[in-house]
């Protein structure tokens, strides 16, 4: 069974940093596109950063270009999401997800982080609070 658990949450201060992580089980992060998502109160699902499986490119959606950092460790078959300079409006409740599919064989990295359905196995989330 393919199963994803999201930790490193918590109450941040403007300016601070924190280090998300998401580990698989019953599957390998590696091998699919894998991205990082984030839902705040009465808005929808965006897509953060997302990692292509095909050859690795990146894409950071412009609000957090330059602060947040995505990177694998595939020996542990855990993804990561460094993030930095945070601000209040990065409050949310932060998901990792998989494209077990493989949705992303036609479509770039950018194309598969615009669509958050695209990607069919989801954590539950960890809550990322950014206030004094």
């Known amino acids: 069974q393919f199963r994803i658990v999201e930790s490193g949450g918590g109450l941040v201060q403007p300016g601070g940093s924190l280090r998300l992580s998401c580990a698989a089980s019953g599957f390998s992060l590696d091998s699919y596109t894998v991205g990082w998502f984030r839902q705040a109160p009465g808005k929808e699902r965006e897509g953060v950063s997302c990692l292509h499986s095909s050859d690795g490119t990146t894409y950071y959606g412009d609000s957090v270009t330059g602060r947040f950092t995505i990177s694998r460790d595939n020996a542990k078959s855990t993804l990561y999401l460094d993030i930095n300079s945070l601000k209040p409006e990065d409050t949310a409740v932060y998901y990792c997800?998989?494209?077990?599919?493989?949705?992303?064989?036609?479509?770039?990295?950018?194309?598969?982080?615009?669509?958050?359905?695209?990607?069919?196995?989801w954590g539950q989330g960890t809550q990322v609070t950014v206030s004094s």
């Open positions: 997800a998989a494209d077990v599919s493989r949705r992303s064989r036609f479509r770039s990295v950018r194309g598969m982080c615009d669509i958050p359905n695209l990607f069919d196995v």
